[in-house]
């Protein structure tokens, strides 16, 4: 058999593999693991795969994106570039999780940047018309799409309350427990966070400098609040950390 034609077969079985474990995926997704069979069925058979690169961009700010979008493997970055050019990090997105709930609602623009963080992430691509026909005939869709707003909402609601009026320490401390409850696996050591985030995304994230971060990493690790090297924290102490958040 020539070469091309191995690697089509390689190809297709690949992403035969990858629709399989997106239904997967999309059963254990928070609200969407309520609906009937059928109705995920419904929605995988509209769906469409798209492989992305290191750094492709799924969609920009404000552009038109009209998709249900669950992440299949690798990872997505939701960033806004700032007035003086620097990312603003808001989210990652890991295996699992979805995005474009709030433009098939409202059909708005995309309200983030998203990107590929790694050299093969793979999403699943639901388009909205169709989405919106299903949802209006399945009461178990509607409750998913509530189940998600009501998710994102008190994901907000924990950003805003940490605000720039609480001290850095603070700020970081939480941001690391909601990373722990969104991505927390139970280790021997402690909750590992499954997901790579270095201490430039955290300052990022945070709107600070690194400079600022390292010496925050370093106070928690020095009261043996956390471990953290490359791009993997472990929480070795969630009690004291969740106190420590409200110093």
Known sequence: MEKSALTAINTNQHREKLLILARSLLTRCLGFKDCQPETLDGLMSIASLRLLSK?????????????????VEGSLEASLLRADGHRHLIHFLQPGDLVGVINLIDRQGQVNDLASRFAETSVLLIPGDPVRTLRAKSPDLSYAFEIQMAFRSRLLYERLVSDSSLSFESRLTRLLLTLVNLYGLERPEGIL??????????????????????????LLKSEALIEMSYSSIVVTDISALKLRSIL
């Open 55 to 71: 750094g492709e961009v799924l969609a920009h700010h404000h552009q038109a994106f009209d998709f249900l979008c669950l992440v």
């Open 193 to 218: 966070l499954d997901v790579r985030i270095s201490q430039a995304d955290l300052a990022d994230w945070l709107g600070v400098s690194r400079q600022r971060v390292n010496l925050a990493v370093q």
